[in-house]
């Protein structure tokens, strides 16, 4: 090994030590409230706005804007405005707006510059990888057929009906055998509708967005964990898919990762199973221990889980009791495999970058960190119903999250010349080894150094 990499290694664990700063990226300030107890969306937000300099109202790069009067125009919705106030949306607003249009409209809200420095490593350089992709995409789109995403639309349409059947027969047949079949068939239903979903979530408002509630997960807590946080920054500390998982699992790599961490593939099997209905009962309790919670954040659509054993219910004119069980039992099961489909798709691997990792420069332009970030799969990439899913053709999602999984194969010839031209580096491998990969970064103590 070379002194320079000894060097950083040595740093490296002290930066870990001190927790002052973020390991990777040394310039950044260790986040906000990231450890604190709830590693919830809410705490999520209050840290970013403590350490973004948006002085309460919104960032874009170095320059502070009050959208409070367009938040309601806001063609995108409401929310995404609401939710993201008094932080620094530059990742938001690049990843969400092909159009180059749109960037126009920002010098109407412009308030004053911001007085610090953004407290993100990532770039965005009209010549850089990610902006002139984006280009590319925005020419490319126009060459797609327009009612190519209606496969993806009827795919999710066909899982929600076939959700409410299986589970409907799981709780009406008496024979133990033809229940346990319909119990499996709507627990797997469940978990790749709430996958499917997650296509509709990062878009503008739209109903289908809401289905993934029949997990009684909220997709507005998951709008904020998986769309703002996971999204934009991609296996940093600032990254609340990671973080909320720990202290139980522990992906990034540390010398002094504790035992149950280090085997972390085995006992994520024992509570992936109840994060659905866990992150339902702690969004409910938060009405109680968080001041103005129910009225900023609580909405209708928190109790659309209840529809699955209300449909059973009805359907099967089971008792309550007995609904209750299945219902439970195929709630909990598709967690499982909701969870174990999310954590083995594209990030947790040894070549994909983790927070302690060094990277290719401190200030890498966005697109480029999100490729370094994944691994791509070849056997889910180009099938739509896979690729719907199971998180398929994670990259060109990753970068343009709005646009719907049925389109982004055909922007795969732009984006492999795009990523050739730059030396951007994006890999693809299979889904077994993305488990295996899996596994070993569970147990993963050394940091990747190039
Ligand atoms: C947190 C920050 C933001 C997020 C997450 C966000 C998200 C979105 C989303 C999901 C869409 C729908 C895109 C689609 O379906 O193709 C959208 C559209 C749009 N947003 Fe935003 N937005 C943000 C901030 C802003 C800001 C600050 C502005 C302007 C001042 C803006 C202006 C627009 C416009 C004009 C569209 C329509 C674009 C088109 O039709 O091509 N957004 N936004």
């Known amino acids: 090994m070379a002194p320079k990499d000894i060097e950083w290694e040595s740093i ?52 502070l804007y009050d959208f409070t009067s367009f938040m309601k125009r806001h063609p995108g919705g409401e929310e995404w405005l609401e939710l993201t106030q008094g932080t620094d949306i530059t990742e938001a607003f690049e990843a969400h707006h092909i159009n180059p249009t749109v960037e126009k409209l920002l010098d109407k809200y412009y308030v004053r510059d911001a007085n610090t420095p953004r407290n993100s490593p990532f770039t965005f350089n009209e010549d850089g990888f990610y902006r002139t992709l984006k280009k590319a995409v925005h020419k490319e789109l126009e060459k797609i057929p327009k009612d190519v ?37 709507a627990s797997v239903n469940l978990a790749i509708l709430t996958v499917a979903c997650h296509n509709y979530i990062h878009r ?4 289908r967005m809401y289905l993934f509630n029949m997990s009684m997960w909220s997709y507005r807590d998951f709008r ?7 999204h934009l920054y991609t296996n940093t500390l600032m990254d609340l898919e990671i973080s909320s998982l720990e202290p139980v699992l522990f992906y990034n790599p540390r010398k002094d990762k504790p035992v149950h961490a280090r085997v972390g593939f085995i006992t994520e099997l024992f509570f992936f199973p109840f994060i659905f209905l866990f992150s ?3 969004r409910f309790m938060s009405i109680f221990f968080r001041d103005g919670f129910f009225k900023r954040h609580y909405r209708w659509h928190d109790l659309i889980g209840f529809l699955l054993p209300l449909t059973m219910w009805i359907v099967s004119g089971a008792s309550v009791l007995h609904i209750l069980r299945i219902w439970l039992w195929i709630n909990c099961t598709g967690s499982l495999i909701f969870f174990a489909i999310g954590v083995n798709a594209a990030h947790h691997h040894p070549e994909a970058i983790k927070d302690g990792d060094k990277p290719r420069s401190v200030t890498p332009d966005w697109g480029e960190h999100q490729v370094e970030a994944l691994i791509d799969r070849k056997d889910v990439n180009g099938n739509v119903f896979a690729v719907v899913t199971l998180f398929g053709d994670h990259a060109l999602h990753h970068m343009f999250p709005t646009l719907d999984h049925a389109v982004l194969r055909y922007l795969h010839p732009v984006f492999i010349e795009h990523c050739e031209k730059f030396k951007a580096n994006y890999r693809v491998s299979t889904q077994f080894s993305m488990v295996l990969g899996q596994i070993k970064e569970c147990m993963r103590s050394e940091f990747r150094i190039r």
């Open 149 to 185: 995403s209606k496969a993806a639309d009827r795919i999710t349409d066909g899982l929600f009906v076939t959700l409410l059947c299986s589970s409907a027969m799981a709780a009406w047949v008496k024979n133990y055998y033809a229940a346990t079949v319909w119990y499996i068939f």
């Open 204 to 207: 503008s408002t739209n109903w």
């Open 280 to 282: 339902f009962v702690k």
């Open 224 to 230: 904020v964990s998986h769309v703002i946080s996971h």
């Open 12 to 63: 490296a664990q002290k930066r870990i030590a001190e927790k002052r700063t973020h390991v990777s990226f040394p310039q950044l300030k260790y986040p906000s409230l990231r450890d604190g107890a709830a590693r919830d969306p809410i705490q999520w937000l209050k840290g970013k706005a403590m350490d973004d300099g948006a002085e309460g109202i919104w960032r874009i790069h170095d320059k």
